[in-house]
């Protein structure tokens, strides 16, 4: 469904992916972990359109998205959770989930949407008319999800969705990830957090600056000695 | 009179308050102090001669004209020059917009003269007298023109669909892009509205004070932009604010003396906000920008 051929993204001078390669297939969760700066949200904001690499090509549903702009990717099914949740904080909740269905064509497709996020996350209903800001950290994270849902995605990237939230809601938002996925959408996951995420996913690859290391089945990965001890903690 | 002046600082203020929103839309969203906006305005005030000439004594249809014709130019001066440059510094964007006033107002002064016209008169002026308040029907149509266009921007920015974009790319230009937003559809947009409301203040003040010439934005901008500063730069309300306290800082001001000082006055105060409040008074603190 996704993939990345040999892409290089710089900074500047600094290199911060060296000719990464990767795929997703439809319906999978894959996870893409690494240590802080080994270039995880460089790979979803180049995926989204945010950055262009210099060297490499993407393609989505076998068609090239390498040059085109974050919003004509959005149209094309392919919706990306930014890192640290990003809603507007000066909006509504019930706007911030507007502002998701910003490409909805019709007003009976945006209300279904709306029904099905509502249904996923209760607290949304409830807080619909808050500001975002005011949101505790879990809800903003709620919120950030299911705002992406609004448009419909075929394929979500979710930058470390777990990011900042105490154990409980981590467990949850993971459950609620594998839930979206068994609903029909493929996910691609970046994550710090390596045990939870490889806990959910079917494959995943490992990026150390700006490089792949090591790929492979999630549950394969999981046993291998070097992650055990890199990004496990033991 | 305390009543009388207050009057006329609000009519005054109105006119900053309509220039000022453009500079604090367009800063919102890009950060650019677009120092051809005021250019903008003094275009608005020509187009609304021309069309006067035309169509005598027919206002709507002059101040539209104006407002449509600086909504093609804003829009077209957006697309050429500052689109390109989106990427570089921002200090090359900066020069750009001082370029483009530049060009602005020398074409003006070929196509014009550098001299001040008289504006055609196309609206009768009736003055009320009540106890020793004067009002001007002008005074009245400058205020009642730039409540309503306030209030509609307001209904906008609120409500529409492309109102509420430009609020989310305010907020967080990549995270919009990310909603599936045309980021370039909401900056001309905004190029637009604020070209559209700085053309009605030139028409507005062009009659006013039956006077159009290619020099009058530049005093009125610099003002507007110390109006959006002192409104909080970005914020739409604060520049509403902005410009009616500014107006009334300058008549009250006028009225205690200092006439000889007039257009330092607001220089005064853009030095007084940014020394005690820098993000204005209804200003956000430091925006994150990632
Ligand atoms: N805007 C930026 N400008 C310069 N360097 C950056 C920028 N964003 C990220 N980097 C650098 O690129 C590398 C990868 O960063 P990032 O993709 O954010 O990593 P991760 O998400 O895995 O923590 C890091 O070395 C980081 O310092
Ligand atoms: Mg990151």
Redesign the interface.
């Known amino acids: 469904m996704l993939e990345v051929k040999e892409i290089s993204v710089a900074y500047g001078v600094i290199e911060a992916l060296k000719g990464i390669s990767f795929t997703v297939r439809e319906g999978e969760i894959v996870a893409l972990i690494g240590a802080n700066g080994a270039g995880k949200t460089t790979t979803l904001r180049t995926v989204s359109g945010l950055l262009r690499p210099r060297k490499g090509q993407i393609f989505y549903q076998g068609q090239e998205i390498t040059r085109l702009s974050p919003h004509q990717i959005v149209a094309m099914g392919l919706t990306h959770v930014p890192e640290g949740r990003r809603v507007f904080a000066r909006m509504t909740v019930m706007e911030n989930l507007e502002m998701g269905a910003y490409t909805c064509r019709s007003r009976a497709e945006f209300k279904a949407n709306l029904e099905r996020v509502f249904q996923r996350f209760p607290r949304l209903a409830e807080r619909k008319n808050q500001l975002a800001g005011t949101l505790s950290g879990g809800e903003q994270q709620m919120l950030a999800i299911g705002r992406a849902l609004m448009s419909r995605p075929r394929m979500l990237l979710l930058d470390e969705p777990s990011m900042g939230l105490a154990p409980l809601l981590v467990r949850e938002v993971f459950s609620i990830i594998k839930e979206i996925n068994e609903a029909g959408t493929t996910i691609l996951l970046v994550e710090q957090n390596a045990r939870m995420a490889l806990s959910i996913a079917h494959r995943a690859y490992v990026l150390q600056t700006g490089e792949i290391i090591l790929e492979g089945p999630a549950a394969e990965l999981m046993e291998r000695p070097e992650v055990r001890k890199a990004y496990l903690g033991e | 009179m305390l009543i009388q002046q207050f009057i006329n600082g609000l009519t005054l203020g109105a006119t900053y308050a309509l220039i000022a929103l453009g500079y604090t839309m367009v800063y919102g969203i890009i950060q650019l102090i677009n120092f051809a906006h005021g250019d903008i305005y003094m275009i608005g005030a020509f187009i609304g001669v021309a069309v006067a000439g035309l169509v005598s004594n027919n206002f709507f249809l002059t101040l539209g004209a104006a407002m449509i014709g600086c909504v093609a130019l804003g829009v077209t001066i957006e697309r050429v020059a500052y689109r390109p440059l989106r990427r570089s510094s921002r200090l090359n964007l900066l020069i750009t917009t001082i370029g483009v006033s530049i060009f602005l107002e020398t074409f003006m002064v070929l196509l014009k003269g550098p001299q001040a016209t008289g504006f055609p008169p196309i609206l009768k002026t009736t003055t009320w007298r009540l106890g020793g308040l004067e009002l001007s029907s002008i005074q009245l149509i400058i205020l009642l023109v730039s409540l309503v266009l306030m209030a509609g921007l307001q209904l906008i920015v609120k409500y529409t669909?492309i109102g509420?974009?430009m609020?989310?790319a305010s907020?967080?230009y990549?995270?919009?892009?990310?909603?599936?937003?045309?980021?370039n559809r909401v900056i001309s947009f905004t190029f637009a509205i604020g070209s559209a409301l700085a053309a009605a203040g030139g028409v507005l003040v062009g009659i006013y004070f039956n006077s159009v010439s290619p020099y009058m934005g530049v005093m009125a901008g610099l003002k507007a932009f110390v109006a959006a500063v002192l409104g909080g730069i970005g914020n739409i309300p604060g520049a509403m604010i902005g410009g009616l306290l500014l107006g009334l800082f300058e008549v009250f001001g006028v009225a205690a003396g200092f006439s000889t000082y007039k257009d330092a006055i607001a220089f005064a105060l853009l030095i007084v906000i940014l020394l005690v409040r820098p993000t204005g008074l209804l200003g956000r603190p430091i925006q994150r920008k990632v």
């Open positions: 669909k509420k974009a609020r989310a907020e967080d990549d995270t919009a892009s990310l909603m599936g937003i045309n980021i």
